[in-house]
């Protein structure tokens, strides 16, 4: 007989990888809907599922005509994704690499965000571009960037990117009820990081942040793969004795002004933290909407934490000094409620 609850064995609680949720997430919209697609290079079961395999087993599960493997042209994805969804289907766009998004900008910008514009409202293109990022395995300049701010910059996109595998089953479920363009930004770094399953059906709305800690001293906004390293500061933070308020925004394009003002306003000071570089980047853009709005009640001006202004390094000692670490956020916090 176990006498101490300590004693009594514990059930593993069951985690999945970012690439999981994502999976898990595709084919329970496609499960739920026969008008989801899903298309990119090498997307289908016999070219493995993608480079990373995040669309595994979709294609033997649905068949080739919903899970299509395509030639190697972003321009080509991109029109045959919007040609699809002003038929009614609903395209689930595979560009590879964040930094190949280049080759279609013609069909991202000027067609999939302005169709709804330009047809006075009668046209909508509910398609999602999915595309992968992030510096840390030496792939270099051409593959590794940060483009989010491009986007961003695109009335007619929404922009979105999970830092956790629940928000990531979340918010791709939402960007694929959604009837405007959305892009999905996953981070390569992180697919194979382990989280809590998702619950089936599970929604995270676009344009909503979360309060994932509660702080009084400062607040510390991010999102992505960095949210994490903000999160590892925080022992550090602590330890100095600073109290961070933590926003990861999740959506990017349209962000939640109301919860990073409402935080601002409670601690008088805003560090902006993300992988892009700092310059006009998405850290600019809310630390002009903080200073205006909290004018003359912020304690000290709104800071930004980025990359340098150059592409990523493929040196692996220059591509660690590159994006922003746990050890950087917590020195630059510190140093803002010192006001140093």
Known sequence: MIKDEAERPQQAVKQVSMIQAINQALADAMEDDEKVLVLGEDVADPEAGGVAGVTKGLSTRFGEERVKSTPISEQAIMGAAIGASLLGWKPVAEIMLMNFTAVAMDMIVNHAAKLRFMSGGQTSVPIVIRTMTGSGFSTGGQHSDYYEAWFAHVAGMKVIAASNTIDAYGLLRS??????????????????????????????????????????????????????????????????????????????????????????????????????????????????????????????????????????????????????????????????????
């Open 175 to 340: 960007a694929i009820d959604d009837p405007d363009p959305v892009m999905f930004i996953e981070n390569l770094p992180t697919y194979w990081a382990m989280g809590p399953v998702p619950d089936k059906g599970h929604r995270v709305s676009i344009g909503k942040a979360k309060v994932v800690r509660a702080g009084t001293d400062l607040t510390i906004v991010s999102y992505a793969r960095v949210f994490n390293e903000v999160l590892a500061a925080l022992p550090a933070l602590n330890e100095a004795g600073v109290s961070a308020e933590v926003i990861d925004l999740r959506s990017i394009s349209p962000w939640d002004q109301a919860t990073v003002l409402a935080s601002v306003s409670k601690t008088g000071r805003c560090l902006i933290v993300h992988e892009a570089v700092t310059q006009f980047g998405v850290g600019a853009e809310i630390a002009a909407v903080v200073q205006k709005e909290l004018f003359g009640r912020l304690k000290s001006p709104v800071e930004r934490m980025g990359a340098p202004f150059a592409p990523v390094p493929f040196s692996k000692p220059l591509e660690t000094a590159y994006a922003p670490t746990a050890k950087r956020i917590a020195q630059q916090a510190i140093s803002m409620k010192q006001g140093t």
